[in-house]
Structures are given as structure tokens and as C-alpha cells.
């Protein structure tokens, strides 16, 4: 699987956000802590939210399907403090590759996860489509838009700026 981009803003509601890659020792613990998953360290950082403060945003695959599915983690001190709800696409669909991840800095929290999926039914079954996937955070929860992230992603975006262009139409 090729990694194609990262992008994480550093800025959160106004609070200073950490924004760095994981350290080998937080790698080691991560693939202790979460066995049964393909780790997307290129993906995952360590960020500021409220109400958790700072967090590993770990962002990781499953393996037991022959593609792989999205699991997103919220990792404080060695364990899980919040795990973000699969999509729609990630329970019909398998990702067949990521492509980012971008926290943005609105006064609601908003990630945007880029990737591309293959449906594995009919003759289009093989043939990888990006989609957006576009989660708002409410206090101690994320949720995912799943009406919006169909609409952006049926105009053919093919990036976070593609992304973000289509949010600031129709925020």
C-alpha cells in the first residue's frame, strides 16, 4: 500500500496543538496495545483536544478482510480513551489505499480522512474511488457526516483542497 500524503494543521479552537509524528518507543507500545491492527504511522500524530487534551491520533488498518478496514484510535497513556465510529464506507466497502488525514482547526473540529475504496462487487469491483470521510467533533465525540461525505465525494474530489473548497460552498 502506498502512503500518497499526510496534512495536519496546527491549529485547534486556538490552543496550541502538538503536532508530531509518533516516536519509536510510542510505535512499540501502539503495536502492543492494538495486536490485531496494520499501524498507519505516516498518518497517525500526537494533537490537542478538548476534552481529552494531548492524544495520539492513531490511525490504523484491519487485516481480516482480504483489503483492509479503517480504524481510527484516541490513545492517552498507554490505552484507547476513545475509538471513532466506523463509516458507512468502511463497513461496505474495503480500503484499498489512504491517502490523508487532516485535522482542521474550525471552532468545530472536523477530520478529513481521504482514501480510496474498492466495492468488491460488480464489474467496477476492483477499481479504487476516493472518497471523503468527514467527522465533526461534539464535546467528547466525533460523528460521522455521512450525507455530506457522499455529496463532496460524488463531485470528484481528489484531495483535502478539493475537500475544503467543497466545505466552504455548502459549509
Do not use: C
Not at 500518497?4 to 501502539?30: F, I, K, M, Y
Not at 480500503?95 to 477530520?111: C, G, I, N, Q
Request: hydrophobic residues 45%; glycine residues 6%; negative net charge.
Amino acid at each position: 500500500m502506498r502512503v500518497l500524503a499526510v496534512v495536519l494543521s496546527l491549529g485547534l479552537l486556538g490552543l496550541p496543538v502538538v503536532a508530531r509524528p509518533l516516536n519509536p518507543t510510542e510505535v512499540g507500545e501502539l503495536s502492543e496495545l492494538l495486536r490485531d491492527r496494520r499501524l498507519l504511522t505516516r498518518f497517525s500524530r500526537t494533537v490537542y483536544l478538548e476534552p481529552w487534551g494531548e492524544v495520539l491520533l492513531v490511525v490504523s488498518e484491519d487485516f481480516s478482510q482480504p483489503f483492509g478496514k479503517l480504524w481510527i484510535y484516541l490513545v492517552q497513556n498507554g490505552a484507547v480513551v476513545y475509538t471513532l465510529p466506523q463509516s458507512q464506507a468502511d463497513t461496505t466497502w474495503s480500503l484499498f489505499e489512504l491517502k490523508a488525514v487532516h485535522l482542521t482547526d474550525s471552532p468545530t473540529p472536523r477530520l478529513i480522512i481521504l482514501g480510496d475504496y474498492i466495492t468488491g462487487v460488480g464489474e467496477r469491483a476492483a477499481i479504487p474511488f476516493t472518497y471523503a470521510l468527514l467527522y465533526s467533533q461534539d464535546g467528547n465525540r466525533f460523528t460521522v457526516d455521512e450525507t455530506r461525505s457522499w455529496e463532496i465525494s460524488q463531485a470528484g474530489i481528489s484531495s483535502i483542497a478539493d475537500v475544503e473548497a467543497a466545505l466552504a460552498e455548502q459549509p
